[in-house]
């Protein structure tokens, strides 16, 4: 790296800006600064992007058709997701809604698996070729500000000490330690995150495509709701190329409550008679962990400070709504949108037009799928991790459907609506509990 270390007290800033975490929101953001020309340095706390990084998950790309045209010819992708399944889940049954498409087998694809490693070393590449300094091995430590507050660079744990910026974007991840230095996060609530905890299990490539009814480079989604053990959350199997992805989602607060440790919830979720024949003789090849932000618009910190952007998961950037899952998507828009944003500001003729030029990152935020989703879908989270969703409605379904499906002869039929009343009441579901949820559930997906 070049320039590092004047301090903030010099005249001439290092770079014009400086992007903190190589993720997929810093990446893209460090792309589109590089294209334009500036100079920008990428800081990566890990020895290399990616290194940090556990995930069970499924990309969804789809914004990367603005950045990187035909992504799908150079991106590390496991298998293209071609089966989207949610499941319903009791002790003892299994409701399953599941959904093939071969569209999504082809360009441009829907979603894809990916080892997170992989595809944020490879995007952080992709910001590199175009010009930008990658930096790891860093930790950033806070930032540095002028006489007026205004951030002019960061500070690191590198003998060489400061760097200095025009702007500074905030990438660091959930706990955004630069976020909460510079003020834009309001009080912490444990009731707004979530403990993924996720093994990856290895196992064949052929078995995983007998199992899963899949073959080539297809995959399987599944999202699950009451596997959790009593505890709200929620639970996720998605296929690899020769491993599965096997996990759970849970809300802290309910997990200190019920005292349970999330590897006991992982090893009776993976006893369950509908998950343990697609893993049976699977070997432990992962155990991570990693705190999500479940809550959706009504926790989202200010998004522009004095001389800096927050993106990604710094940004509380996560949709967790029940048929829609995703986090990737919006960290890789934020980072492109602030990444423009930047490049604007650094047009400006002096400090006030520049701050001001700023602000058009959340311009273009609300104008895209970023924050129109995360306001439709404002009251999701919250009903997907209600006591009622997790605990009353799974088995309240599941024997609505058990009873539909099984024959009770000589007994005559008793009909969906008695059915339905019957184990409504036996689930302790009161009639407006579930209009109000219905309406909530309307409101957001309607």
């Known amino acids: 790296m070049t320039g590092a270390g004047t301090g903030a007290g010099a005249g001439t800033p290092d770079f014009d800006v400086i992007v903190v975490g190589a993720g997929p929101a810093g990446s893209c953001a460090a792309l589109e600064l590089a294209r334009a020309g500036r100079s920008v340095l990428l800081v990566e706390r890990g020895p290399f992007p990616g290194s940090k990084n556990m995930y069970g998950g499924v990309v969804y790309p789809r914004i990367l058709d603005e950045l990187i045209p035909n992504w799908w010819e150079q991106a590390p992708i496991q298998r293209w997701v071609t089966r989207r399944a949610t499941m319903l889940m009791t002790p003892t049954q299994a409701l399953t809604i599941d959904f093939r498409s071969q569209h999504w087998g082809a360009p441009p694809y829907n979603g894809a698996t990916a080892y997170r490693p992989d595809f944020d070393h490879w995007l952080a590449g992709v910001a590199e070729s175009a010009g930008a300094q990658v930096l790891c091995s860093t930790v950033v430590t806070g930032l540095l500000r002028d006489a007026s507050g205004h951030v002019v660079g960061v500070r690191t744990d590198r003998p060489d000490g400061d760097i200095t910026a025009r702007v500074v974007i905030a990438c660091d991840g959930v706990n955004s330690f630069l976020a909460k230095e510079a003020g834009l996060y309001g009080k912490v609530d444990a009731a707004n995150y979530t403990v993924g905890v996720k093994e990856t299990l290895a196992l064949p490539k052929h078995v995983i495509d007998e199992r899963f009814g899949v073959r080539g480079n297809e995959g399987v989604d599944y999202e699950i709701v009451g596997c959790t053990q009593g505890v709200n959350g929620g639970g996720f199997v998605y296929t690899n190329l020769d491993t599965v992805a096997l996990g759970v989602v849970l ?105 001001k030029s700023l602000g058009s990152y959340t311009t273009m935020l609300r104008e895209s799928f970023v924050l129109q989703d995360h306001r439709k879908l404002a009251q999701i989270p919250h009903l997907v991790l209600s006591d009622r969703v997790q605990h009353q409605y799974p088995g309240f379904v599941a024997n609505v459907v058990e009873r539909m499906f099984r024959v009770d002869n000589p007994a005559p039929k008793p009909g969906l609506r008695r059915i339905v009343r019957e184990e409504r009441k036996r689930a302790g579901i009161r009639w407006r509990d579930l209009v109000r949820d219905a309406r909530t559930g309307l409101k957001g997906f309607g």
């Open 251 to 355: 809300k802290l607060p309910k997990l200190a409550a019920q005292k349970q440790r999330p590897e006991d919830i992982i090893a009776a979720f993976k006893t369950h008679p509908a998950i343990a024949p697609l893993i049976e003789g699977a070997e432990v090849k992962e155990y991570s962990a990693h705190v999500i932000p479940e809550a959706g618009y009504s926790m989202l910190p200010q998004l522009v400070g004095n001389g800096m952007l927050v993106a990604g998961d710094a940004a509380a950037l996560c949709l967790a709504a029940g048929i829609w899952l995703e986090g990737v998507n919006f960290a890789m828009a934020s980072g492109m949108y602030a990444g423009r944003a930047a490049v604007r500001a650094l047009q400006a003729p002096d400090r006030a037009t520049m701050q």
